[in-house]
């Protein structure tokens, strides 16, 4: 599986982003999803994650409200819906695809078989 995200870009705080994720392969829908994020000198972290029929959604409390991860599996597409972006939202995303059978979602990033290669997102104040 190959993953390329897009949709990055400088905006302004209270802004809205949405970042994509297409992936190639045809299991893509059998696939969980997760979204990454790291900002200089910081450890990757967790951003959200959806389950194979987008039914399921797990966030981090930092995003929870303003973010919305979604999926197209007609389009072999990921998304990010962010809004009201804050300044410490800045940071490199990353998608990342999990290829285990359990509907559970994993917030570590170990868990993960493939990554995109990321989108910088920079919020300015």
């Known amino acids: 599986v190959q993953l390329q995200a897009s949709g990055g870009g400088l905006v302004q705080a209270g802004d809205s982003l949405t970042l994509s994720c297409a992936a190639s392969?045809?299991?893509?829908?059998?696939?969980?999803f997760g979204w990454f994020r790291q900002a200089p000198g910081k450890e990757r972290e967790f951003v959200a994650a959806?389950?194979?029929?987008?039914?399921?959604?797990v966030y981090a409390d930092s995003v929870k409200g303003r973010f919305t991860v979604s999926r197209d599996n007609a389009k072999t597409t990921v998304y990010l819906q962010m809004n009201s972006l804050k300044p410490e939202d800045t940071a490199l995303y990353y998608c990342?695809?999990?290829?285990?059978?359990?509907?559970?979602?994993?917030?570590?990033?170990?868990?993960?078989?493939?990554w995109g290669q990321g989108t910088q997102v920079t919020v300015s104040s």
């Open positions: 959806i389950g194979s029929s987008g039914g399921n959604t």
């Open positions: 990342a695809a999990d290829r285990a059978l359990s509907a559970s979602l994993r917030r570590n990033s170990a868990a993960y078989d493939y």
């Open positions: 392969g045809r299991i893509f829908s059998s696939y969980k």
